[in-house]
């Protein structure tokens, strides 16, 4: 990691040469929790978002997509990476053929476990010209959709699931429901402001670009659909008196904490930001808005083994990764 280093060191001399505040938002590993060093500069530099894919928490689906570095020690790592002020966009994934029927209620449990304000859950796809996508293709279960069909489901996906489709569209459905209750996202919020408060390595995000709340509110209004999206999270907001009292406790919460570390309105800011995108994205949801597969009473599950089998084109170990 000795250019991530030599990256981060070269922001951060620029921001010390002009003055410049900066907020940056990048793709990384979990392993980022084993390197302090590399976390402590990241602050200086500017970064404030991360979006790491944890992608499951079921330990077997982990090592399925050959993430080992997950394994045993993710709630470890994500504490770690928070304590540092750091805001995780999580991404998780359903539909792992290791995944087991309590897949869904696991995934609510370390949202709130791990304090984690961001998430948007989606359904395994197999990326064309993956290896992935040619297993699927070779064992039965890809499934190529006609690109004249008009009419689409919400949730669409190509992959025919060893677990049953009902199963998926009922657990999906009451895994939104239970996502989106204020309760529960009252509940996973404190937790992310009790580690915090915990923490004794925490570093405020600057306050400047998407990382300030007036620079993002001032972005909403100037623009015309983006102002429309934001009355969209008002009014979803407001719509019900215990939505309006987990906000305000939220509120009152973060100021209480900020008495001993700043910036924290950026962390309520973009857990009113996530916990509005989802109840948006999927009002209404029903088992109807999905068109999800899975194999046959006739499927051959010996075809599992070859599908994990090496093939001339990259060695097993990057397939496993669907790379």
Known sequence: M?????????????????????????????????????????????????????????????????????????????????????????????????????????????FIDVGLIGGDPSFLMALSGTPLYRRMEQTGRLIKRDEEVTVRKKIETNIRYLQDAEFLKKGFVDFIHRYTEPGFQFARFKKHLDLIMDSDTFVPIDRVGYGSPLEYLKMQIKDAQNRKMFMFRIAYLIRKPSTISAVLKAWWLTRKCSKRYLGLDIHLNYWLYVWTNIGLKYWGIKEEDFDIHSVGEDFDFNLLVQEIGPSKEQPLEKQKRGE
């Open 2 to 110: 000795a250019w991530a280093r030599e990256c981060v060191d070269a922001i951060v001399a620029w921001k010390e040469r002009t003055g410049a505040g900066i907020s940056i938002f990048t793709w990384l590993t979990i392993n980022l929790y084993k390197m302090l060093d590399l976390m402590h500069k990241m602050w200086k530099a500017g970064f404030s978002l991360l979006f790491i894919g944890i992608e499951s928490v079921n330990q077997n689906s982990l090592l399925e997509t050959a993430r080992v570095q997950n394994v045993e020690v993710l709630d470890q790592a994500v504490r770690t990476i928070q304590f540092y002020g750091f805001i995780i966009a999580p991404g998780m994934i359903f539909g792992f053929d290791s995944d087991t029927e309590t897949v869904f209620e696991e995934t609510l449990d370390f």
